[in-house]
Structure formats: C-alpha cells, structure tokens
C-alpha cells in the first residue's frame, strides 16, 4: 500500500485525538481517506499531563484510522498547542555583495536566517517562520523576490515559537508508539489552511479554533500570517463551570453542554428548566436553562474579550475584510458566532475545512479543522509548491532521527 | 483610649525600623559577607570579625575587628578552636562594643576551622547578652576535610545553637549539588555564599519589609527552630503571566529542598509571598495552594504577604524551614537542658495549637499563632541563661496584653519602645488584612486542581468565570 501522495494528520487535543488520511491527487486536490478518532486522557490544556495514558489513546485513534481508511500509518504531521506557544514578528535583511544585484535562492535563504536572530527565552525552540513579504531597496509587498536586481532585500517573518521541552514531550509520545513524526505544525495555522481560501486570506480574516483545552488564533491580512498564538480556555472550561456552577458531574455537564448548552442570553422562556436524566433514565436533577447559559455565556464572552485584548496590541483587528472565522469543537456551540461578532463588531462565520473532499462527515465537522489542515499543510509540504504563507520548518530540530 | 491607641500605633508601624547587623566569623564567614555587600543589602550594619589580619585587610565591611592580638599575633587561629576561643575572649571588649544597638544579630560563619568554629559561639553569646535576636549562619565542611574538622564543626554548633536563637545551616556537602559538576571549584563556592548571602537578604528583607500580612520573629523563629540545625531553605523570583507557579518553583529547585520533599517533614513553613502592586489574590491563593501539597496536614505554615513597589512586576517567595526531629537525629546527641526543655514545651504547645488549623489549608488561619506564638518566644528568653535585659521584664506586660481583650490602662507613650512591644500593635492594624482574605471563598479550580495554572492579566482563569465576577447564577 506504499503511496506517497499518502498523508496523515495527527492531533492530540484535549477533548479527542484525532487521525485524519488523506492522499493527494494529481490535479492539486485533497481526498480525504478516513478519520479514526479516540477520546482522548492525560492531556489538559492541550498538552499531555499524563503520558502513558495519553499514548495508549494515540495509538486507539491511529489503529481506528488504519481501519477505516484501509492504510498502514507509517509516518504523521502532529500538531501542537499549548499556552506557552508565542510569536512575534520580525525583519531580516541581507545587503547583496558589491559585484552582484540579482538576487537568488542563497539570498532568501540568508535574509529567513538573519530574521530569527533574535533572543528568544534559552528554553524555547523556533516552531515556524512564515514569510510576509519581501522588500527590495525598500520596495514593498514583494512575493518572491528570487530573479529581481537589488542591493538590499529584506523580508518580514512571523515567528513562532514554544517551550522546547514540551513540544518535545508530544513528538517522543508519538515515537514511542512508533511512528515518524514528518514535522510539527502549530494547530491554529494547521486549521486555517483550510478553514481560508487564499481570497479570504488577501481579505483580512481571524481564525479561532476554539478546541476542547485551547483557542488558537490566527490572524490574516494581506495574505500573510500577522499574528498568532494560543489562549489556554477551551471548551474544557465550560464544562467545568458548568459542572461547578450546576453542581453535576463532569461528564453531565459534558453533555448537558453539547445537547442543551447555548450562549444566547434572554432566548429562553423564563424559569425553563431542563430535566437531567440520571443514568438509568429517571428523571434527576433540573436546572434552569438560562443558568446554564449564562454561565457559558460568561465564560465564552470573557475569553472572547482577552483575545481582543492581545489582538489590539496590533493594529491589524481594523482590516479584516473577510471577517472572523470560528472551527474547532467549541463553534458547535450555539450563539457563539453572534457572541463572537458582538464583541469584535466584525462579522463572525461558523466554518469547517473547505478545501477537501472525500468523507464529507468529517470534513464538515469542525472539530476535525486542525487535522484535515495538518494533511493540507503535509500536501502544501509534499508537492514543494512554493507556497505563501509558510517558510521551511527547521527539520531535525525537534525530531532526533533527522 | 482605644481610640488614642490606635492612633497612636500607626505612625510608629510606618516608621518602623528595626537596626540590624551582620556579623562574620573566620575565613568562610567573611567570603561570604563580602558577597552579602556586593549584592547589596539595605538598611543593615556589616561587622567583619577574624583572627587574620590579611583577610580582614581585603574585607569590604565597614567595620572590623581583630581577634586576639597576643593570642595569634595577627595570624589565624590555625585550624584550632581552642585558640579561636581564647582570642574572642582576649578581644571581649572590642566584639561587645562591635554588637552594641542592634535588635538582630545575624552571625555568619564557617564551621570547622579555628576562628569559625571557637569564636563564633562566644561572639553569639556576647551577642545575646547584648540583648539583640540571634540568628546564626553556619556551614558545615565539605566531608573531604577529614573527620576531626566535621567533630569540631559538629561540636561548635552544639555550642553556637546554646546561644543563638536560631541557627541555619548550610551542609557544604549539599552546597556541591548547587553547581553543575562541570563547574570550577571557584564557581561551587561562590555558589555556597550566594545562597547564604540571599537567605541573609531575605530573612532581614522579611524582618524590615511592612508587610500587609506581616512575619514577626516570633513566625521566624517557630520556623527555625533552635534546636534544628539544618534548615530548608529556597526563595524564587518571577515576573512572567504565570509568575506565582514559577517563582514557587524556583524556590523549591533549590538543592536544600530537595524539590519540595525536604518541606514534607517540616513542622513549619515560613512562606512570605512579597511583589508589586500588581500581585492579585488569586495569585497567592495558587502558590498557598501548590505549596500545600508539598508539606503534610501536620505542617503548620506561617504565612506573610508584602506589597512593596520595587519589586515592580516581580513576585518573590521565600520559604524557610527547619527539618523535623527524625532527620535531625544525627546531631542531637547533645543535651543542653534549658534549650532542649524550650523546645519541648513549644512542642506541646504547638501540638495544640496546630490541631485547629489543619481543619483547613488555608494560609489565613495564621491570625491565631500569630498572635500566640509570642509567648514562646518570651519563655526562650526568658530562659535565656546570661540575659538580664528588659525583654523578660517586659513579656508579663506583652502576655497580658495579648491574654486580655482590654488594653492596658498605660498610655502608650510611656512604655519603653522595645521590638516586643511594636509588633503587637502592628498585628492589630492587620487583622482587618486577614480577614479580608477569610471572607474570600475557597476558590476551587475543579478539572484543572493539578495542572498548571492559566494566569492572564492577574486573573486565573481555571476558577469559572461567574465566581471571579461574582456573578450569582443560581
């Protein structure tokens, strides 16, 4: 079964694990194979707090995908999140020697390096350099500047980086199973790649993934990634107010959530309850409906509202001509577009990976975004298009093999 | 009058300063004084003591003091504690004019050698009978310099323990862990006086900063009990979103913790939580919390908090304890009578006193000891065998006080002003402090009780929303 336009994407979130695969075809598309997907443990925040358990779950999930998709998994793209994922942007710039003003290959590659010179904490590793743009004796917006005459080129990066040792922690997981791990990619830019068309990238457009343990943003303008990073509240948290606010076990408020949760305020009729059935299906508890949504109502809007908050430290937020797109489990929610829209005053759309075709049940669920987008990001990586809006990853930086 | 009580004590709580000095003994101890100096320490006098005229020369103390001029001719006291001793007693004069007008006497020293070992306790004593606390820094040699020089450092801090209030001391042994075994040997010893030099800081940063919730020497000393000779120590700094987890951490990094598994036996935990404005509630609730689960129920914790505007964005935690009886087996051959009946009667009265409090982990019930820990300290000095200063005199006065809700039908004005007696008035003015804290619910953090915290903007963002906007949703 040796393909190699065979690829697969691995998620370890906090709520499931996903394993998505996909294979390439020749004329550029994606046709998704198969989804196998375990419920995840031992991993909160995004990150695995408990590392034998959280490996038994990969390797439900990753069996689970080998059956339905009729493939051996040799090797994965994993994504990883986490609140001490950072990222910052900056310009590299490289002055071409006196007896030369063609700029080639050596040059771009030189100006990428020159951009990460800069101090990041001992302990952190980059994850990615995404280009911007390039600039050619102050010449702007400049996409591929190879070929061109100039003294001067300099280039816009946006950088991401982490914790070493626990972006580390999620590869060894992976290994011990074993697996290859391809690369690693931040999940929030995993799921815009295919949450956004390339249009809405020009546009302007903000991605939140709001997943079980982490909402990862993304934000877009002009085509270019201009700022990133990961928020540890998710879905997770919601349950938890519930559970505390309700007074219920976390697996009820877990359902309670998916099934009656919503983050409309004053929708309800007043003092309408909602009956909790105990296990054996007798009628329990009752609680009153809008309690329930004001709690997820308050969380979502407070995490909303901090999001804001870094994402002004930038002007950017004023230029999103496509508007705010939300994937991950937590859109499932009810409300949370109009929620979302309220807040940043900018229109707000529920999406799922666009760009694949294939089982089409995963494809339109958001909760499958990130790993559908790390097979996209793996196609973008096979095919060696030269793609916008990634740079080349440090291979061999995490992965000790290579 | 309790109106002009009150009134009367605020001022005098702001104004509050408590004279301080340190002083070294022997080779070790000015190393590490001089260290103590160049790190810079506010507000405290320096007091260089040798028999070794060469290393006085090159001390950066300001003052300093010749042991024995006969007795070694200027030379050091050449490994012998005999000679140490018969120099201080030689220069008795000059070391007590050296100790006058001072409230605390830190005592640095290297144990094992001459000077270190036969001075310092003389110098504690000469310092005790000066009517000042004491706290002594000791270190015991490397297990490479021999067993003769461990029996002198081992018997030298029988004697140095007799008269100080407290000792901490530092194993050089553990100090080698401090330093990565690639390390130049220069490294590893600048290493050993700079953890000395910092919990010098921190204990006089505790002693002299106002705090909201304050640590008095009554805590300090409960914390570092006399007889203990090793004391657990660890202080860490921080200034990033999640501060609180990371200077904890820090703290309990260092060696003499053992990562936190020194604190499961402690008896008592001092912590004092210190940062800028910026340090919330719920940021201390999490370091009380996390520290929580590396002592035992049995631990009593003495906890302070202080808001000081230099530290800026930082927050600092020092933790300091002493280890418990069983781990102390080793050196507690010795016997002396008054200390060791001291200690026992504290022990049963922490025994008591300890029973309510673990009921629930919550730093605040410290308002209790607090104020009844005083007592103790009186009975040591009141036992305290050469003392004839006013301290005993005066406890009486301080117990009743503290025994009656009345005040005392003195005006305030016409007691002698002695560190005793500022420090009840000050636990006064702060209980209002505490139970601000009391009242704030326990704030639980559910699914996310083990895992690291999520601080953004000072907020921690694991308690539900509706509880930290004390929204009622029911």
């Known amino acids: 079964m040796a393909n190699n336009n065979l690829m697969v994407g691995l998620e370890i979130g906090t709520s499931k694990i996903c394993v998505v695969v996909g294979e390439s075809r020749p004329d550029g598309t994606l046709k998704i194979l198969g989804v196998g997907q375990a419920p995840s443990r031992g991993v909160r925040k995004g990150e695995i707090v408990d590392f034998e358990t959280a490996m038994k779950c990969v390797h439900e999930a990753v069996v689970d995908a080998e059956q339905k998709s009729d493939v051996m998994i040799k090797s994965v793209y994993v994504a990883v999140a986490g609140s001490h994922l950072q990222s910052f942007n900056n310009r590299g710039c490289v002055m071409l020697p006196e007896d030369r003003d063609e700029i080639d290959e050596q040059d771009v590659e030189d100006v990428k390096i020159n951009a990460r010179e800069v101090s990041i904490p001992a302990q952190n590793a980059f994850l990615h350099s995404v280009i911007q743009h390039y600039q050619v004796d102050g010449q702007q917006g400049i996409l591929n500047p190879v070929g061109m005459l100039g003294e001067k080129l300099e280039a816009d990066f946006h950088i991401v980086h982490g914790v070493r040792t626990r972006i580390q922690n999620t590869i060894r997981c992976v290994k011990e199973l074993p697996l290859d791990v391809e690369d690693v990619v931040f999940s929030g830019l995993a799921s815009a790649q295919v949450v956004l068309t390339q249009n809405e990238k020009d546009l302007g457009a903000l991605v939140v993934d709001m997943g079980g343990g982490t909402t990862d943003y993304v934000l877009y303008s002009e085509g270019a990634v201009r700022q990133s990073g990961c928020l540890a509240v998710g879905g997770d948290h919601i349950t938890n107010d519930i559970s505390m606010g309700l007074r219920i076990p976390m697996a009820r408020a877990e359902k309670l959530k998916t099934e009656e949760g919503s983050c409309v305020l004053g929708n309800c009729l007043p003092g309408e309850m909602i009956l909790l059935k105990d296990d054996s299906g007798f009628a329990g508890k009752e609680v009153e409906r809008e309690t329930l949504n004001t709690i997820i109502h308050l969380r979502l809007r407070e995490a909303f509202e901090l999001l804001k908050r870094r994402l002004e430290e930038e002007p950017y937020l004023g230029y999103l001509g496509a508007g705010i797109f939300i994937t991950g489990g937590c859109s499932l929610l009810s409300g949370i577009d109009h929620l979302a829209a309220d807040i940043f005053e900018i229109p707000a759309n529920l999406t799922h990976a666009q760009a694949a075709w294939g089982v089409t049940s995963a494809v339109e669920n958001p909760q499958f975004s990130t790993a559908i987008g790390l097979v996209k990001f793996a196609q973008v990586m096979h095919t060696d298009r030269p793609s916008r809006g990634f740079g080349r990853i440090f291979r061999g930086l995490f992965s000790g093999k290579r | ?474």
């Open chain 2, 1 to 474: 009058m309790i109106q002009l009580n009150k009134n009367y004590t605020l001022p005098e709580r702001l104004a509050e300063f408590i004279p301080i000095k340190i002083v070294s003994v022997g080779g070790a101890g000015l190393n590490a004084l001089d260290r103590i100096v160049l790190d810079g320490l506010e507000r405290a006098d320096v007091v260089a003591i040798n028999t070794d005229v060469h290393s006085l020369t090159s001390s950066v103390a300001t003052r300093k003091v010749q042991l024995g001029r006969s007795v070694s001719r200027g030379l050091g006291a050449g490994g012998d504690p005999d000679v140490g001793y018969q120099a201080a007693l030689e220069s008795a004069e000059e070391i007590r004019e050296a100790l006058t007008d001072a409230r605390v006497i830190f005592i640095c020293a290297g144990l094992g050698g001459g000077t270190g070992s036969g001075a310092a306790p003389y110098i504690a004593q000469a310092a005790r009978e000066a009517g000042a606390l004491v706290i002594a820094f000791a270190t015991l040699p490397f297990g490479f310099e021999g067993k003769r020089r461990n029996v002198q450092a081992r018997e030298a801090l029988v004697r140095l323990s007799e008269f100080a209030h407290a000792v901490v001391c530092f194993d050089n042994d553990r100090m080698g862990d401090l330093s990565p075994p690639q390390a130049g040997i220069h490294q590893a010893f600048a290493l050993a006086d700079m953890t000395i030099s910092q919990s010098v800081r921190s204990i006089v940063n505790l002693i002299q900063r106002p705090g909201l919730i304050r640590i008095g020497f009554d805590d300090l000393l409960a914390a570092l009990r006399t007889r203990n000779s090793r004391c657990v120590f660890g202080y860490g700094e921080a200034d990033s979103d999640n501060r609180a987890h990371e200077a904890l951490k820090q703290a309990l990094k260092n060696p003499l913790m053992d990562r936190g598994r020194m604190l499961a036996d402690a008896t008592h935990v001092l912590v004092q939580v210190a940062g800028g404005p910026s340090v919330t509630l719920s940021e201390v609730e999490i370091l009380m919390q996390e520290l929580g689960r590396h002592v035992s129920d049995q631990t009593q914790i003495l906890f302070g908090a202080v808001v000081d505007a230099r530290l800026g964005d930082r927050l600092s935690v020092t933790i300091i304890s002493s280890l418990s009886e069983e781990e102390d087996a080793v050196l507690t051959h010795h016997a002396p009578s008054s200390a060791s009946a001291v200690s026992q009667v504290r022990e049963s009265y922490q025994a008591a006193t300890a029973e309510p409090e673990i009921q629930s982990e919550e730093p605040t019930v410290e308002v209790q000891p607090l104020a009844e820990t005083i007592p103790f300290e009186q009975t040591v000095s009141a036992e305290a065998p050469p003392v004839a200063t006013s301290i005993p005199i005066e406890s009486p006065v301080e117990t009743a006080r503290n025994g009656e809700p009345e005040p005392p039908t003195t005006t305030p004005q016409e007691k002698p002003v002695r560190w005793k007696e500022e420090k009840a008035p000050a636990e006064k003015s702060e209980t209002p402090a505490k139970q601000e804290v009391l009242q704030f619910e326990p704030v639980t953090r559910g699914r996310f009780e083990k895992s690291e915290p999520t601080i953004i903007e000072g907020e921690d963002l694991d308690v539900p929303t509706y509880l930290r906007k004390n929204i009622k949703v029911k």
